[in-house]
């Protein structure tokens, strides 16, 4: 299943929000072919740990995710962290032809 979506849409789950969507910098969508279940760490959630994760990334032209790393912390280690390896098993759809990558931003919310 290919699913197109821009990076201010908002979706509303429980207990946590995984909504796939990835903004390019160059104002094209990016498709998401293969999300894994977000993991929420125990340890943050036995803590009452919530917050926003904002990941910047980028995909290569085969839609594998080659660089991420946290632009906006939780202010939680351990939801950072989880955020972070979310976003990198994720898979997109390849570029077109003749673009070799392309820049994303990725906001994960945590809610219990």
Same mark, same amino acid.
């Given at each position: &299943?290919?699913?197109?979506?821009?990076? #201010?849409?908002?979706?509303? /789950?429980?207990?946590?929000?995984?909504?796939? &969507? /990835? %903004?390019?910098?160059?104002?094209?969508?990016?498709?998401?072919?293969?999300?894994?279940?977000? =993991?929420?760490?125990? +340890?943050?959630?036995? /803590?009452?740990?919530?917050? #926003?994760?904002?990941?910047?990334? !980028?995909?290569?032209?085969?839609?594998?995710?080659?660089?991420? %790393?946290?632009?906006?912390?939780?202010? %939680? +280690?351990?939801?950072?962290? +989880?955020?972070?390896?979310?976003?990198?098993?994720?898979?997109?759809?390849? #570029?077109?032809?003749?673009?070799?990558?392309?820049? =994303?931003? !990725?906001?994960?919310?945590?809610?219990?």
């Amino acid at each position: &299943m290919n699913i197109k979506y821009r990076i #201010l849409a908002t979706a509303l /789950a429980l207990p946590l929000l995984w909504s796939p &969507m /990835a %903004h390019s910098a160059n104002n094209s969508d990016l498709s998401v072919v293969y999300t894994p279940k977000l =993991f929420y760490p125990n +340890a943050a959630r036995l /803590a009452k740990q919530e917050g #926003l994760v904002v990941i910047l990334g !980028q995909v290569n032209a085969q839609g594998k995710v080659t660089q991420a %790393h946290i632009k906006t912390s939780s202010g %939680h +280690a351990d939801l950072d962290q +989880a955020a972070l390896k979310q976003v990198q098993k994720t898979r997109f759809k390849p #570029l077109p032809q003749g673009q070799d990558s392309a820049d =994303f931003e !990725q906001p994960i919310q945590f809610t219990l």
